[in-house]
Structure formats: C-alpha cells, structure tokens
C-alpha cells in the first residue's frame, strides 16, 4: 500500500503544476467547458464517440439536493471501490458539510471537505478534462459550473510484484517491475530514501498520452545528461508509446548500430545502483523495462549478482562473460575459417578428427555453418512464439533433428553441432539480451567475412567492430569508457570488478565531478595480533606459561 | 540521406567482395589431401622421386561418420618423379584427386643414397621457403632402405607412420639418446653455419617391404614390417658421410647437450656392465678458446641420476663406494664422448658446433679459421673433456640382494638381462 | 582540423603502436648482424633528436597544425608547397605499408589472393575509421593497445616455455666493433622506424593537455624502441642470424617455431592478429595525417569527406608503387630514407624549426637574428 500514496503523491505534483499555469491563461477560450451540465456530458459523449465504458453517475448535492453534479470515470482504469466510499458516498451523504454548499464555492467545499482522496483539482479545458479522464481520474461536473474537478482515483487491475522473467540473479531482491509507472518509481524511492531522488514526468505520444518519467539523483547525475535527455524526451512526437523500446530507439545517438546505446532493465536494485552513479532512469508507464541512460559497453556484461559476489568471483565470471560474447561472436566464424582457409592452425590430430567427419557432408563448411545457424535462430524464434504447452515438443524435435537426425544423415558434421551448440548457449549467456541479440546479428556478418577471407577476414571484422563501438555515444557519453577513453579511476568495475573498498570513484564521464562513492576510512582495522589464534585475552597465546 | 548512402556503400562493398572473390586461396578440408609424410628418393637418372604419404581421414578418426575406421588403411601412398621438389609435387595432381596440402607434413624422409650423392641442400631450399611447409617438420634419413619403403610401411598402434616415426624418435632422444631429433629449421640453420654441421636420424625399415604396405601387417601382432630408428646420420656440408651408432652416437648428444636421460653400465669387481645408472639429468658446457694460437675445446658435462640395477654385491648404503661409482661412470661417460669426437674428426665434420663455440668466445680467431675450419682445425682441434657423474639415490633398495644373503647367484653373464632405461616408480 | 581532443595516453599508445607497426615483421637492422637489437636501441636514442624538432615546432604553435604553421613560417607559396610535399610524402609511406602488409599476408597465408584485394580490404577498414575522425582513431587503438600487449607477453611467455631461446646466437656481441652498429642505426633505423613519427606533428595539436605531448612521446620511443630491440633479440636468439637475415617475416618463423606440450603450436594466427594490429594503426596514423593536413590545406569543411578518396588513391598506389616485393624492399632500404626520410623527417622541420626560432626571436632580440638568419632568410 505504501506504493500506492506514493504514487498519488507523485501525480498530484504533476498536476499541480499544470494547473498553476492554466490558472494563469485568460478564462473562456473555444476549448474550454461550458456552464450546463447537459450540453457539457453531449460534448464528452460525442468526443468519446459513446463509448460504452464511460460511466456518468448522476447526483444532487447541496442543502436542498438543489445542485445537479455528474461523477464520470472510466471503467477499469480507476478503482471503483475508492469512486464509491470517498466520492460518491461523500458526496450524497455527508450533509453536515454541505449547508453552505452553493454554485459559487461548490467546488471548494467539495475539494476540501468532501472529497476524501488525495489530489484533487480544478480543470477549465476540455483536452485537459478528456486526458484526466482517461489516464484514470474520476471528473465531477456540476451544472452551472464552468469548471470540472479531477479527482485522482487511478487504478484498476494491476500485476504484483514478481520475480524479474528477463534478468534473473541469484542473490539480491526478488522484486521486478511490473506495468504500472507509478509503482515502478515506487520500488526505486524504496531503495534510494534521499530527497534528492527527483522526478520528472510527461507525457509522450500524440495519441495514446503515455505517462513517461525520469528519475535522477540530483547533484550526482551531469546536469547536461540531464538536459539532454529532457529535451530529447520533449522533441519527441510520435502517436504511440507502446513500450520502452519506442522511446530507446527514438532517442538514441546512433540510429545505425547493432549496439544498444541505452540499457533496458526490470530490476529496481540495477537502476537504484545506476542512478547512484549518475545515470538517468526513463519509465514508461506500461512496461516493466526502465531505460537507464546514459549506458556504455561494459555495462552489459555486468549483472547484479558481480555486485553482490565477492570481488575475486565477481572478477572471474565477468572476464568469463567477456569470452563467452567473443565466443558467441566468432566460434562458427572460426570454425569455417579453420577448416577453409587455416588447415594449418590446427593440431594435426584435430585435423585429422574434423576432416574425416567433414568427408561425408556435401556442403562447403561455410553452407554448413549457414545452414546450421539459421536452423537454431529458427529453433530459437519458434521456442519463443510457441504456447508453453507445446514448446517442450520444438526443443525435443529441434534436439533430435539437430543433433541426431542431420548428423547421421550426413547432412552436417559433428563439430559443426558441437560448435553450433557452443555459440547458443554462449549467447544465452550474455546478461544483457538486449546485447546478445546484437551479437546474433553481428556474428553472421563476421561469418561471411570469415568465408571469404578467413581469420584476416575476422580480424579485419573485429578491427572494424571495435572502431564502431569507439565511435558510438551514449548521451555524448563515449560507449567504450572507460576502456577507450581509458579512465584509470574508473577502471575497478569494467570487466573486473575491484573489492568494494577501492571502488571509491563514479564514473566521471558520467556523473558529476568531485563526487566521491566512499568515504576511505570505512575499512575494518581487525586486531592485530589475530594472526594464528584468536587472543581475546590481550595475552597472545603464551598466557599459560 | 547521407547514413542510407554509406551504409549502401559499405553493404555493396561488402556484397561485391564476397561474390567477386570467389575465394582465392580457399580450401575445403574435402578438397586436400593431407599429406603426412613425405619420401625423397632419387632414381637412376638422377630424379627425385617423391612418395606422398597421404592420410585417410575416415580410416583414423572413430565417430560416426568414419564409419569404418580401422576397416582401410589409415593411409594412402604415391610416388611421382620429377626435377625438382615443386615439380614432383606438382605433377602429383595426375594421380591424386585432391590438392597437396604440407601444413601438416610432420615428417620428411630423404633416403641415404639422395643424401650421399646431391645433398639435403638442394631439397631443404623448397622446404623452407614453401610458406605450407612447417619448418618445425622432422627430418630423418632412410637407412639402408628407400625412402618410400618407411613411408609406405604400415604402423600399429599409432596409426598414422609418420606419427610412429616421429614419436619413436623422440621418445628414443629422450629415454635413451642414441638418437635426436631434428627439425627442417635446425637441418638448414646447421647447413648454413660454417661452425657446425647437421646430423640426422637415420630409420630402417625392417622386415618385408612388400607386406609392410598391407593392412594384414597391422592386423598382426608380431609385424611384418616395422620402423626403427637406427644410427645418427654425419653430414659434412650437406652430404652425408657417415653413421654414428651406439656409443658414439650417445657420445654425441652428450657434447650436444642433447641428452635428457639415458642409461649407462659400468663394469664393476671385473664384471662387464654390471651397474646400471640412470641419468636424470644433465648439463654440458662447451667452452672454446685460444691456447697459444691453437684454439681449444673443453667440455664439461654434470650428469645427475640414480642406479636402476646393480648385479654385483655392492653396498650402495656407502657414499663412499657412491663416489667410486660416479669416478667410474664419469670414465665411461668421457669415453663415449672421446670416441665420438675421434670418429667426427676422421670425417673432417664439425658436428658439435665447436666452430660456433669458437666463434662465439674468439671472433678474432675464428674470422681465420672459418674458411677450413672442418678440414684442417677441427681435426686438430684438443679437446679436454670432464664429466661429474652424480648419484642422488639408489632406487627403493639399498643393498642388492646378493650382498651379504646366502643367495649369491648372481644371473649367469649370458642371460643377463640389460635393463638399463628403465624409468624408477617415483618417475 | 576536426573539433576533438585526444588524451597523453591515447597519443602514447597510437605511437607505440605506430613505431611497432610494420617494422617488427620485417628483419630490422639485421645487417648489424647478432647486434641488430643494439642497432635499434642506438637508433631509438638518435631518434628523439627528431622527435625534440617536430616537438620544438609544436611548442612554437601549439594550437594548429603543421599545415598552417609552414605558412606562418615560411610564407604562404612555400609553406603550401612544402604542405603539399609533406602530404604526398605522408600518402606515399601509407601505401609502402599497406604494400608491405599485402605482400606479408600473401607470402604467408593467401598466395592465391590478388593483392590488390587484400590490401583493398585493409584499407576499408582504415578509411571506416578514419572517416570517424582522430578521437575514434585513438580509441580503438587505446583497446587493440591492450590486446597487442596481452598478445606480446603470452607470446613471450609461449617462446620462453618452449626453450627456444638460445641467448647463444647472441654471441659475439659487437663482433665488427661498434661502428657498423651505429652505422645501421644511422641509415636505417632512426629513419625506420622512429624517424617515422613525424607524422604524428599533424597529431599533437588535438591534444587536451599540450604539456604531456613530451612525456608521451618519449615513453612511446623508449618503449616502442625496447619493444622492438626485444623482438629482434629473441628472433635472432631462435633462429639464429642467418636465419633472420634470409626471412622475410622473422617473427612468424619464431612463432612457428613454438611447439609446447604438442598441443600449443601452430600458433600462425598470433602473428596474423599482431601484424594487423600494428600495420592498421600505422596505416590509419599515416592515413589520417594526410586527410587532416589535405583538409586543412584546402580548406576543405569536413575532413571525412576526403578519407575515400584519398584512401582509393592510396590504395591503388600500393598496388603500384613496385612489381615485385623484391624490388619494394629494395626501394625501402636504400632509396627511401636517403631521398624521402632523410629531408622530410631531418632536414625540412630542422630547417623550418631555425626560422620559426629566428622569427620569434627577433621581437625580442633583434641583434642574435640578424646574426644567424641572414643567409637563410634569403634562401627562403
């Protein structure tokens, strides 16, 4: 529950504000609501085309029930249980308060005595009305009145708080995020309790109005990343925010990259811990995935369980992560090269063992390869689209038509199954998805550079790749910090991870300067003579004698 | 505008490359024949005639798809002549269906009569300058048989001849050192080098040539035809001259530093080899330098190791008898060395690198000597050897069981059994 | 000239880079014989001598680049020529590596291949990340940096296991004496390759920190020239003198000569990745000296623009410039650095540093000016 006031909080911000300018604007403009309640439900009803979900509660409020007010809401986004206890019933029973009520302070009685929610507020224009009304508000019009209250009753059925499906650690919290905005941002003030956690929120799409919001810790984050981002999200015009993805693609620096340049995550701990280093989270009302920006390459490799491990393991399975991309990248590529171009390389008893089982396949090794690649990625995309009830039976007839039937067809050799198999697993590996997708496109491109020209052909890939990833940007951020530009403070938690206590720097292209993680004198002194023996007595070891 | 155009550019680039290529220099495994041992004999006229030993990938590896592994020939054998190695190999295509591929040629046989008449200089340019040709491919020679013969000769056990052939030689330079390996890149750098010459092992064929091609040779137990190494080649310039065996040989890869363990026999209370010591290991130093305008050689060789056998009643417990013992085996070490030496220089041939010593320590002299090094101061050459034969242990016993026991039947001379070689359990 | 800056430590490492390049494939120095690694740590001292000219020119004009400065010091018409000299100077040495790589990886892995296609290849990549501009250039570079260094010491490790060494084949140090040591270090090896950093003056004005460019490009000369006498040394101690002086590619013979355990040979592909490592960032140095100092000769707005055009060029060049690799070589040893290094890497900057010296020095001290300039300034 505590999410749920949180969030209430958060939009009445909102909402104050913008009221705080329209209060300003010159009264009765053509967009703005009329005085009769009649002519004023026709309009909703015929801009809504009467749909059948807007619900008009008609009441009479005010001493002598003399005041004809309509409550409107749409059904399924709002909670109706909180329309009924602290509205309606509020509105129709509560007389003691509503003595005084007439035309004039209607509005103000009702938003202050009567209405038991948290934000309500005075609309005068008719876009605005519709927009409350179909993010969730309740609207009471009152007839006579050329103003309508919003009442925030946002709700409706919402998922709980489950385990992230995508990004699974073994050690850390459980909580992902779920659909709704409101309690995603929720999750993260959890985590990070600081007044300086700030949010901004707007809404992106034309058409569909998506809540979107921006979370940074000010005084950590760069002010121009913020700047940035905030006029990135501002230019946007689009009709439709379906997902983060949208607002990842539209806002990013390089449109023609593999790469991604920002990082998509469901785990509130993952952009707790970005934005202490200065990232920017972007929530998208509709999504479990945040958007952190801005992200840099090592970024995907680092899963939240390196943070949580002890820094030696941390250490090992990062640079394992590392080989894992790379093998996921070039192992079929090698393999074609190997066996097309560089007999030599290998030992000759490996020769020996691929060229028997290659004399039976009447394909080029490259065919092979292709035929095999794309046979998984087809495995792959059916094992996804399929109902859960028949996917067990893709996985049995892609094991055995891979790895069984082909073989002793002669379709395929052997190492080729090994060296496929190897390749998916190693980008089943990868932490980010987001990146490993990355790597199935690129390694078909580093496959036929293979094909024609071997391992000069790999490295050449290679070389070309890793001159692509040092030109991309992330928010003018450099993709490869800080390995190219090379950042000596930052260095600790790239494809290492440090121990804890010399990770003491943000990372500077990111966050502000003269901004310092740790303090240095937090390290545990243990007594010093604990070396063989716990002396608790003060006498060493020698107290007998 | 602009990202469509370049990205069209490089995705046309790219396009056309991989068509257009047609991939020069690309060869599928299906496509080659590895060849992995390869013969040089010479004919009547004069030409070479090479022997390709060609592997049958199905007939080695197992799995699936071999299928028949074990069932042919793990490999398949032609012989084309030609004028010069690029054209016997050249002309092979009109036999074999597939391209040579040398990368993994690990042997290359160069039978006696070649080498005794042209020289290996001739062949061995080919070897190093064919960029396939590993250098790190072993030489050996075919001794008293053809160079076809030990490529055509079936193997047990290892499969693949040329595999046998070479871990038979580095198995016997390491366990016994009568024999040494040698790579094309030694051969050529030694042929190059005016201070020291090549040598090589020399392989016989033994048995019936005829059978040994057969599968039936390898489908019994007691072979038709097997490989052996035998005797170290002497090569003055590029030609051979002579073969060194046993002692001598051993002596050789004494001075060489070559030997990593072998076993030596010392006569002992006037029985013949009657303790067998085992060397570890060992150090040689090789110091050459200017004694009164005549250039000298002294060696000094630190052997370490245990006694294996001992057949005479010796107290091994004794350090003191230890010591008589290491006097004894330095003795017996110093004169395979000697023999060694006195037989390279009735052949007027620098085996040893001594000139390279020379000419490493005394520049100045050596600018003098290099010319006729091999003919007229090599032969002349004074060599002080010294040997520190060390034992560390005496295996798991300290006295042999003659020693003291009632038992005193040592075995009758005849039937003694030399058991020299043999590796202690703690390895 | 681009709006980027590079770091000390990027410059540091493209020069490194730059200097290991082409020249530890081929067999450097080698007519010093078993001191051929004395030779190149000789040169690598003699060559800061340069380095300090083209750094002194830098000090005098920090903030533009060669191309601008000739004009200021020696007028517009000869400044622009020699500009345009130094441009086609730089172009030329571009090609002869790109030369020298396609030649390698023909010799020793692709004999089928047409080298214009392998060296075709090469230079897309080179042009993809030149066009990027110098900050791109000095980033990859900064992480193939670590993978050359990862490579080089397992490499060494890999020789050192396998015994190869024979510190032997060292011996007789300084057989001939001294002099045809200094000799090969004063016709060759300062000039290849430490001479060679002259292009880097079109690089120092993108440094963000103007003060380290010293620092830097010392390290990067020591190290480099260390890197490079430590190559050589172990090349000779493996394969002997003779052997080196009749490779093309010592290194690969050494590399193929390792064999560990019989599992860890063949290890071609070492050699293959380092090389190209090293001749793309030499090419791409080179390369991009020549666009920038184009660009900024002809005013032209974005550099990028010219990166494929004048690669074509190069690259056709390369294909030219010799019929045989023989020749090539040929045309390396002898002719290059007497015609091409000798005035383009000495001469023309000492020259130019004399009058950029006399110029700023005769607003302060007229008297020593006209003492020393007056013959020089009517050459000019």
Known sequence: ????????????????????????????????????????????????????????????????????????????????????????????????????????????????????????????????????????????????????????????????????????????????????????????????????????????????????????????????????????????????????????????????????????????????????????????????????????????????????????????????????????????????????????????QLVITVAAQREAVPFPAFVEALIMEVTFEILREAGIRLPRAVGSAVSIVGALVIGQAAVQAGIVSPAMVIIVSITAIASFATPSFSMAISARLIRFFIMISAATFGFYGIILAFIMLLAHLCSLRSFSVPYMTPLAPFILANVGDTIVRFPWLDLGTRPKLISQKDNIGQGETMKSQPPENSGMVTANTGKGDGNES | MGMNRKWAFLFLMLACISLVSGCWSKKELTDVALVSALGIDIDEKGRYVGTFQIINPGNVAGGMQGGGAGQGPSVSVY????????????????????RLYYAHTNLVVVSDELAEKEGLAAIMDAFDRHPEFRTTARVVIARESSAADIVKTLTAVDKIPANKVIKTMELTEKRWGEHVKTNIQEVTKDLVSPGKEPILTGFRMIGNAKKGEKMENVQESALDAILQADAIAVFKDDKLVDWLTGETARGTLWVLDKIKSTGISIDWQDKQEAIAYQVVRQKTKVTATMKNGQPQISINVQAEGDIDEANVPVNLADPRVLLRIEKALGKEIEKEIHKSIQHASQHKTDIFGFGEAMHRSEPESWKRMEKNWNDEHFPKLKVKVNVDAYIRRTGLRSKPMHFGGHLRVGPPVGQRVKAVGFSTPRG | MEKARISAYQLFVLMYLFQLGSAILIPLAIEAKQDAWLAILVGMIVGVVPFFIYYSLYQYYPDILPTQYTERIVGKMFGRAISLLYILYLSYLSARVLRDFGEMLLSFAYPETPLFIANALLMFVVMYTVRKGIEVLARTGELLFTLMILLAFSGLLLVVFSGLIDLNNLKPMLEEGLKPVIKVALTQTVFFPFGEVVAFAMIFPYLNHPKKVKVAGLLALGLGGTGLALAMAINISVLGVDLVSRSQFPLLSTIQSIQIASFLERLDVYFMIGSIIGIFLKISVYFYAAVTGTANLFNVKQPSQLAYPIGIIILFLSVTIASNFSEHLEEGLKLVPLILHLPFQIILPLFLLIIAFIKRGKGQKEKRVQRESAPRRGEA
Do not use: C
């Open chain 1, 1 to 348: 529950m505590p999410s749920f006031f949180k969030r209430k909080n958060v939009t009445k911000t909102r909402y104050n504000q913008k009221s705080g300018n329209k209060e300003q604007s010159p009264e009765k403009k053509p967009g703005s609501i009329g005085f009769s309640l009649s002519v004023n439900l026709d309009i909703i009803k015929q801009r809504t085309g009467n749909s059948t979900d807007i619900i008009t509660r008609h009441v009479k409020i005010g001493p002598n029930y003399g005041l004809k007010t309509v409550v409107v809401y749409v059904a399924g986004i709002v909670n109706e249980q909180f329309i009924h206890d602290f509205l309606i019933e509020s509105l129709m029973k509560d007389h003691f308060l509503q003595e005084d009520l007439n035309l004039e302070n209607a509005a103000e009685i009702i938003v202050d005595d009567l209405v038991a929610l948290s934000s309500v507020m005075q609309i005068s224009e008719w876009n605005q009305l519709l927009l409350s009304l179909m993010s969730g508000d309740t609207i009471i019009l009152i007839d006579g009145l050329d103003k309508a209250l919003s009442v925030s009753t946002e709700g409706g059925e919402k998922r709980a708080i489950e385990e992230p499906g995508a990004q699974v650690s073994v050690r850390g919290s459980r909580a992902g995020f779920v659909e709704s905005l409101g309690t995603n941002t929720a999750l993260v003030r959890r985590i990070i309790k600081s007044p300086d956690l700030w949010l901004e929120s707007m809404k992106i799409g034309k058409v569909t109005k998506t809540d979107v919001a921006i979370m940074y810790i000010n005084g950590i984050a760069k002010q121009e990343i913020v700047e940035e981002v905030r006029s990135r999200l501002n230019k946007l015009e689009v009709d439709s925010i379906l997902e983060s993805g949208y607002i990842e693609q539209l806002i990013e620096d390089q449109t023609f990259t593999p790469f991604p340049t920002l990082y998509n995550t469901e785990r509130p701990d993952i952009v707790a811990g970005n934005l202490l280093e200065g990232r920017i989270a972007i929530f998208i009302d509709g999504t479990p995935f945040v958007l952190l920006a801005p992200a840099v390459f090592v970024q995907f490799f680092q899963s939240t369980d390196d943070y949580y491990a002890r820094f030696d393991m941390a250490t090992a399975l990062r640079l394992l992560r590392i080989l894992i991309f790379i093998i996921s990248l070039i192992a079929p590529a090698a393999y074609v090269a190997v066996t097309t171009f560089h007999q030599e390389m290998i030992p000759t």
């Open chain 2, 79 to 98: 012989s084309t002549t030609g004028n010069n190695i690029v054209e016997v190999s050249r002309r092979a295509s009109t036999k074999i269906s597939r």
